[in-house]
């Protein structure tokens, strides 16, 4: 979700919902208005009890608004923070299938602080496929399975998101 795509959106929603609200709100205290000058005193009461209540919906409406304008943001938030845990998940993996395929040595230190982070998110593919070799090179074909498992991971919690979301907000 891009946060000003989400702001745009918003900010068009909220004044195209006051300008509907302010018209309503105008037609219905003109047209009160008219009424209480020709109407008999529980007329007076009654239209009173009618612009209170209008009153409240209206209040009700811009609170429930606000509301599903705070979830979509938090919603947004949390999209991002998925977003880039999987983007290193990725980046991790890729780096992983990368060093495997130019033979990189299993004792350099970045390869072992790498093993070490992608370990836990690698170790249920190891060994699903057999991994093709040429001397010291290898295709970790494994590897690319857990990417393309991760990658549906990824789309899966994006759309359980945007399910969650009250309308339909690009996340």
């Known amino acids: 979700m891009e946060p000003d795509r989400v702001a745009a959106d918003d900010a068009r929603r909220i004044a195209q919902h006051e300008r509907i609200k302010e018209r309503l709100e105008a037609d219905v205290h003109g047209r009160i208005a ?5 109407s008999s005193p529980a007329e007076q009461a009654d239209i009173q009890s009618v612009a209170g209540e209008l009153k409240r919906k209206a ?4 609170v429930e608004t606000e509301a599903e304008l705070h979830q979509a943001r938090r919603l947004g938030r949390v999209a991002q923070v998925v977003d880039y845990l999987f983007f290193l998940i990725y980046s991790g993996v890729g780096l992983e299938i990368g060093l495997e395929l130019l033979g990189a040595r299993q004792r350099s230190g970045f390869k072992q602080l790498l093993d070490h982070l992608t370990g836990p998110f690698l170790r249920p593919f190891r060994g699903l496929m057999p991994d093709p070799s040429l001397g010291p090179l290898q295709l970790m074909v494994s590897y690319i399975v857990a990417l393309l498992v991760y990658a549906l991971l990824h789309l899966a919690v994006k759309k359980l998101l945007r399910l969650l979301a009250h309308r339909q907000a690009r996340i």
């Open 34 to 38: 008219d009424r209480a000058r020709t």
């Open 59 to 62: 209040a009700a409406e811009v």
